[in-house]
């Protein structure tokens, strides 16, 4: 039978949650246990598909082609589980569910409430998200005492009641501030955030309580004295200037024994020396390269934070510290491109709207003309078939029609059917709703033997997930083709998967997004290639453009 470990946040939001249960799911999992998780989210919306990356960050796409909360994609990097449709949950999807069943009269004609209806469907999409796993860790969005986040707070209360103590533990996440005037450390909000939690029948088993330094022996008995909670479960989860020490910060402090002993297991220690591996990758680099990453979102990083964390990956795998220097393609635009010059790498992530596309083509030129490594993605993939359709085959006013449909070459449109990882096939068209129209996914996707992309894999067939809208238009392959841009990846259906170009030393640009299969334990061949060509540029080993 599975057990639950619920956590939940107070005091203030952003705390790092998602970061806590991913870490608490991966010693977990070094002792042995299968491990799911799941993120509930307080929000309206059906899924975080149509809301704004300054809003909310990265959508994390799952295998199955779902879009969800960011946090999924932590899960995924420190567990070694796959996501997807049951695990990510929001009020908007369960509230849909709730009423579709009303309609269809599943309910028999009851007053259809929040309590027990809502909380009902809450709890059956947590044990279904649960799966098998030994234990499964869900993370419940917002923080306690916002009213969108009570029906999930009251759901999983009921959970704790249903299944017993010994199979349900409460971790709350805290903020104990410093107060650096009177230089004191104040854990009365603490305090306020477990009260709370308990007014709505809820007592916290364990208390992690988030600092900028350690947590004194004084303050840690304190908040035990004045929240009920055992002064060993109350966890100083102190700022690390690294993500991957977390798990072993954590497990320093005997949390995965609090959580084993309570649910009655009977398990070996923690095995956690692939993550003194990462560690010590990171802190001892024989190279350091700076990338730069031209996008249109940069004033929040979270919005690309899957791909940060990929590069970084790909510098762990090849003992290189990666610099990543965030330029807003808009800047590019009014500023010029002398920021460029001193990089060793280019990235041009995905992104959507015209707001600084002139500056992504800008940035791609710059990449192709002077033998920087350039590595594009989704949206990076389309303005690199743009900038060699204008620049290399002579197609003036090339362009996306998701940025201008009067283009007279339109040389990325969109397509309006196309077949999903299943096989089937779906349609849509300029009229269609936002959300959930998208291709979306992993497919399947075959690499042009030889080619840059093939070798960097090790193999001819791949499977990638995707989220895009707009596909190269096939039309103008062949002029593309012959103008000296190489179509190195196809889809099934004979989309355009991966662009080179073949005189470059290392050019390659993907429609899909690799960084969502990438974790720091394995890394991801395409990141870890990239990496390797940007520090061979910088060495001066790769040829120049006019002699590859």
């Not at 308990?198 to 303050?219: A, F, N, T």
């Not at 002993?261 to 993550?275: N, Y």
């Not at 965030?326 to 491109?337: A, N, P, R, V």
């Not at 099934?492 to 998967?497: G, P, Q, T």
Request: net charge negative; glycine share 10%.
């Amino acid at each position: 039978m599975t057990s639950y470990v619920f956590i939940t946040g107070g005091v203030v939001s952003s705390l790092g949650k998602g970061i806590t249960s991913a870490c608490l799911g991966a010693i977990l999992e070094a002792r042995g246990l299968s491990i799911s998780m799941i993120k509930l989210d307080p929000y309206l919306n059906v899924d975080p598909g149509t809301m704004s990356p300054f809003q909310h960050g990265e959508v994390f796409v799952t295998h199955d082609g779902t879009e969800t909360d960011l946090d999924l994609g932590h899960y995924e990097r420190f567990v070694r589980t796959t996501t997807g449709r049951n695990s990510n949950f929001t009020t908007g999807r369960i509230y849909e569910s709730v009423i579709r069943k009303e309609r269809r009269g599943e309910y028999l004609g009851a007053t259809v409430q929040v309590i027990p209806h809502i909380t009902d469907e809450i709890k059956q999409s947590v044990k279904r998200g649960a799966g098998d796993a030994d234990i499964c860790l869900v993370e419940i969005g917002g923080t306690v005492g916002d009213i969108e986040s009570l029906p999930f707070l009251e759901a999983i209360r009921q959970m704790g009641i249903e299944l017993g103590h010994d199979r349900v533990v409460y971790v709350h996440l805290t903020l104990v501030p410093y107060i650096a005037t009177s230089s004191e450390i104040k854990t009365k909000p603490t305090q306020h955030s477990v009260k709370e939690l308990r007014s709505i029948g809820i007592q916290p088993d364990i208390l992690v309580c988030r600092s900028e330094q350690p947590l004194p022996v004084e303050q840690r008995k304190k908040i035990a004295l004045f929240t009920n909670v055992r002064e060993a479960a109350v966890i100083s989860a102190y700022d690390a200037d690294d993500l991957y020490k977390i798990p072993a910060m954590m497990h320093e402090q005997d949390l995965d024994d609090i959580v084993v002993k309570q649910l009655g297991l009977d398990l070996p220690e923690a095995d956690l020396s692939e993550w003194e591996a990462i560690v010590e990758a990171k802190q001892n680099p024989q190279a350091e390269v700076d990338i730069a990453m031209v996008g249109k979102y940069m004033d929040l990083k979270d919005s690309y934070i899957s791909l940060v964390e990929a590069l970084q990956h790909g510098g762990i795998h090849t003992r290189t510290r990666v610099n990543i220097h965030f330029i807003e393609s808009t800047d590019l635009e009014s500023q010029g491109l002398d920021c460029l010059r001193d990089m060793d790498g280019l990235v041009v992530p995905g992104g959507f709207g015209d707001r600084g596309i002139e500056g992504k083509i800008d940035a791609v030129r710059f990449a192709r003309e002077s033998g920087v490594p350039y590595l594009g993605i989704c949206l990076g993939m389309q303005v690199a078939v743009i900038e060699a359709a204008r620049n290399l085959a002579g197609l003036e006013g090339a362009m996306s029609t998701e940025f201008n449909r009067t283009t007279p070459h339109p040389v990325v449109g969109l397509i309006t059917e196309w077949q999903d990882a299943s096989g089937d096939v779906e349609e849509r068209d300029e009229e269609s709703d936002l959300g959930g129209t998208m291709r979306l996914g992993a497919q399947q996707i075959s690499l042009v033997e030889g080619s840059l992309a093939a070798m960097t894999y090790g193999s001819t067939t791949i499977e990638e997930r995707h989220r895009h809208r707009y596909e190269v238009n096939n039309h103008y392959r062949e002029r593309l083709e012959k103008a000296g841009l190489r179509f190195s990846g196809l889809s099934v259906d004979d989309l355009v998967e991966v662009v080179e170009i073949p005189g470059h030393p290392w050019y390659v640009a993907s429609q899909f997004h690799p960084e969502f299969t990438s974790n720091p334990r394995d890394g991801h061949p395409l990141f870890s290639g990239f990496i390797l060509a940007t520090r061979m540029h910088k060495d001066g080993k790769l040829p120049r453009v006019a002699e590859a």
